[in-house]
């Protein structure tokens, strides 16, 4: 009696597992950056009018009773949710830097509004990078196009473009968050440039927290345009023409070798 020649099929399954694991891997390292997309585009509907100053104005006097009784508990629970708001891109990340101040004081409340920023960040960071940013990143190698010699000289002026990004006001948040993340940028240096230049702007939203409760009494909400005022604006501008300043020498060095 014949048996039946099962190595064929045995070698065709052993490919098909070996074939269909990597596809597996491929498809589990976006799962996070699709999560952080999902949340955000869920967030962005159901949150943006629960995290507003209404909210923090009518919950202030319960807030400020908690944290008389659990100044510990309340930060922990403050730096929790603004490293959520951050991470996932949600709607809110103002009000919780002047919530910060108003509850924690110019001093704490800018550390705990920088620390949490930075964290959340950090996870956006690395999600993109483990899932887009690494193809994306071969892909630029492979080629011999604009984009990797637009990597190339982002390698070159890594720390003036990130504190670029995170000084120039126009420049949205999460897409200081992303962009480093597909190009190839330095976790570390992505983590302590965004660490450092997000301290103007977080000085300025706690210092209107500081004071909110005093505009909360008028029956106003916080004027976050003093962000535009001249005197405020300035000196962030002028940081970040210091962060442009090795740029802009490099350039010129590099015309002058020509």
């Not at 968050?177 to 939203?205: M, Q, S």
């Not at 001249?230 to 501008?237: A, E, F, K, R, S």
């Amino acid at each position: 009696m014949l048996r039946p020649d099962t190595t064929q099929e045995t070698g065709m399954t052993d490919h098909a597992e070996h074939t269909a694991a990597p596809a597996k891997r491929g498809l589990n390292r976006h799962l996070p950056l699709l999560a952080i997309l999902t949340v955000a585009i869920i967030g962005a509907f159901v949150l943006r009018d629960t995290l507003s100053f209404e909210t923090l104005r009518d919950n202030r006097e319960a807030l400020l009773a908690f944290r008389d009784a659990n100044f510990a508990g309340l930060a922990a629970i403050f730096v929790l949710i603004y490293v959520a708001i951050v991470a996932f891109s949600l709607p809110g990340a103002a009000v919780a830097s002047v919530t910060g101040g108003f509850l924690f004081g110019l001093a704490a409340g800018t550390v705990f509004n920088v620390f949490s920023a930075t964290i959340g960040a950090s996870l956006i960071f690395a999600a993109a990078r483990w899932g887009l940013g690494d193809m994306l990143m071969a892909k630029i190698q492979a080629s011999d196009g604009k984009l990797k010699k637009l990597q190339t000289g982002l390698r070159e002026n890594e720390i003036s473009v990130l504190f670029l990004l995170r000084l120039v006001p126009a420049v949205p948040f999460f897409v200081a968050n992303l962009v480093p993340a597909l190009v190839g940028v330095r976790f570390f240096n992505f983590f302590w440039t965004t660490a450092l230049g997000i301290i103007p702007g977080a000085l300025v939203f706690t210092w209107i927290g500081v004071g909110v409760g005093a505009v909360f009494d008028r029956g106003e909400n916080p004027d976050l345009s003093l962000l535009w005022a001249p005197q405020v604006i300035g000196p962030i501008l002028g940081l970040a023409a210091l962060a442009a300043l090795p740029i802009v020498v490099k350039a010129i060095r590099g015309k002058k070798e020509i």
